[in-house]
């Protein structure tokens, strides 16, 4: 008998080499050969997608508050918050993605439906550009603007970056997941290289910006906007082909069913069953086995204490004895534990969700207000000309450099101090000093304008751009290094704590849930743009943001953001106290801690 016990445990921990454990398939369907599919054979592959993907999304979005004022004439407010929709509406239709995947394409599909949109549009952005938009030749530069364009032409470039937009929003959430899931976190090796993984694909994203940022950047900021638009086109076509190339390595997790649905089957049981009296303990509530559980998810949540309404949910009535000995279950009427601990789970990230908003408003000024400010500098280096949008290469090198210094350096120190199995610092932590860090950006950009306003050009009353200031652009520096400093510790951090503590069956809704951040932070942007400038620009004042800077107080907005961050980071610390991790069946250990906020 203990022979036979021996050899079936060894045949099992076999199987465990074999396959994967986390429960997911290769294209097949069938269960994936741990040799075969996934690691960073596949990893690498989507982090090269993802940087070409990243150089063709921001080889337009870099420059886009540029091409708004010399092509289509918008003066700076106007295009900023053009900008600011158009930025907001990429991540918001992240969610689009996001629900498709999860529920019915799985990722693969999705992300591969999404990159053809993405392509399609950027070709049509493209062709409406050089046919119709660039009139005269030549125009679109620092000093010839272009002629008048019909609504027609303005509708189809409407119609151009929308569609870039659909297509990178309802890809990017989902690639960040699919390339997790080539890593079987049940496998302690694999487990490692995953969390590594979003470090490397929050750098591929900015390797891939690095390039649109300057060369593709100097083109377009030379005029040459067609040619620009064209390389963004020919990259992403080039990152559909690598995607499709290594569809044989990949592997996936199948989709789970409408999240939706659940979520209101949980308020709607719980609301039925209000009346009822419940005993205490979790032994009077309902789970079903992993076979038969309809999720087709692969691991169970355990139960927590929080948001005890909704165990109600999951209560066994007398009536529901019977139809459980029957397989008659109405799941508008009782739900298993897991689906009901997955709706806590999505209450419980909604605040620290809320709370990184006002962060994203401070990230999303690097692509409007910065710029702006860039373009009233002096621009010249000896006898080179440095392009405004291309300032934004210091923020990726400062990514790229602080991902290397914080895990090589500060996270070996925090483990250290915190103690012996200690991971460091956690997410949420991190998190935190993410908007410390965003705070010093702003308070480093006002300081910046002032500075600029003090060797403005006051009589010069058509300079509105370049050359408006004897400040040389170099000093805006250090205002791009804190804010790449700031996303190695809140988006890196975001992506690993909503991948971690969203349930299986939820995997490309957390990613989507920090891309939806950008978004809203986007749209507060645009919002605070035009309330500043509505009340700004009373009994005839130029306002805080006029189209001549120089006549403005651009430096009050950055110090207003500095102020709104610390009230969110107080906001945000009390948010992070109160959380409480996800328990899934096999993943947590019981230091339940770990994920907490420790001030």
């Known amino acids: 008998m203990a022979v036979f016990e021996a050899s079936k445990e060894v045949r099992v921990k076999k199987e465990e080499e074999i396959f994967t454990l986390d429960g997911s398939v290769d294209q097949h369907g069938r269960p994936a050969i741990r040799q075969e599919t996934g690691k960073w054979v596949a990893g690498i592959i989507i982090l090269l997608n993802q940087g070409l993907a990243t150089l063709a999304f921001f080889g337009v979005g870099v420059n886009l508050v540029l091409f708004l004022t010399r092509v289509l004439g918008q003066n700076n407010a106007e295009a900023a918050n053009s900008v600011s929709k158009w930025t907001g509406t990429v991540y918001i239709f992240s969610l689009i993605g996001a629900f498709l995947s999860d529920s019915y394409w799985g990722r693969y599909k999705t992300c591969a439906v999404f990159q053809i949109i993405f392509v399609l549009g950027l070709a049509s952005l493209s062709l409406s550009s050089y046919l119709f938009l660039l009139k005269p030749r030549g125009c679109g530069g620092r000093a010839n603007q272009c002629a008048p364009h019909s609504s027609m032409e303005i509708g189809l470039f409407y119609l151009s970056i929308y569609l870039v937009a659909l297509g990178n929003g309802g890809y990017q959430p989902n690639i960040a997941t699919f390339g997790a899931d080539q890593f079987d976190e049940e496998h302690a090796h694999e487990a490692h290289s995953k969390v590594s993984f979003f470090s490397y694909f929050y750098l591929a994203l900015n390797l891939g910006s690095l390039f649109s940022n300057t060369i593709v950047g100097y083109f377009e900021d030379e005029g040459m906007w067609a040619l620009g638009f064209w390389v963004s086109t020919a990259s992403a076509f080039a990152a559909l082909i690598l995607f499709l190339v290594g569809t044989p390595r990949y592997r996936h997790f199948k989709p789970s069913g409408n999240p939706f649905s659940r979520f209101c089957q949980v308020i709607f049981s719980a609301v039925r069953k209000s009346r009822v009296e419940m005993p205490s303990g979790e032994e009077s509530l309902y789970e079903v086995d992993g076979k038969e559980y309809s999720m087709n998810v692969s691991r169970r949540m355990l139960h927590t204490d929080g948001f005890k309404c909704l165990d109600r949910a999951a209560f066994i009535t007398s009536g529901d004895f019977y139809n459980i000995e029957q397989s008659l279950r109405n799941p508008w009427r009782l739900c298993p534990i897991t689906q009901v601990e997955e709706a806590k789970c999505i209450l419980r990230l909604i605040p620290i969700w809320m709370c990184t908003i006002i962060y994203s408003v401070v990230f999303t000024q690097m692509a409007s207000l910065f710029v702006e400010q860039g373009a009233a500098m002096r621009t010249t280096v000896s006898n080179f000309r440095i392009p405004p949008a291309s300032m934004s290469s210091f923020d990726i090198i400062s990514v790229a450099a602080f991902i290397f210094i914080y895990r090589r350096i500060l996270d070996p120190i925090a483990s250290r101090i915190r103690g012996t199995g200690s991971k460091g610092l956690t997410e949420l932590q991190r998190m935190g000093v993410g908007l410390i860090i965003a705070v010093m950006a702003m308070v480093s950009a006002g300081i910046v304008e002032c500075y600029r306003l003090r060797y403005s050009r006051k009589g010069c009353v058509h300079c509105g751009a370049s050359s ?92 207003l953001l500095a102020a709104l961050t ?34």
């Not at 809203?520 to 189209?547: A, F, Q, R």
């Open 468 to 559: 408006s200031s004897s400040l040389s652009i170099l000093w805006q520096i250090p205002q791009y290094v804190l804010v790449g400093a700031s996303e190695v510790f809140m988006y890196v951090g975001q992506l690993e704590f909503f991948n971690s503590q969203t349930p299986d069956g939820l995997k490309s809704f957390g990613s989507a849930l920090c891309m939806t951040s950008i978004s809203l932070g986007n749209y507060v942007s645009s919002l605070l743009v035009s309330i500043v400038m509505k009340i700004s620009t009373e009994d005839n004042m130029p306002g805080w943001i006029p189209g001549n800077l120089n006549n403005g107080h651009l430096d009050r907005f950055y110090f």
């Open 566 to 599: 610390i009230i969110d980071f107080v906001a945000y610390v009390g948010c992070a106290k109160w959380y409480k991790c996800t328990k899934l069946e096999r993943k947590c250990d019981g230091n339940d801690q770990e994920n907490g906020y420790t001030a």
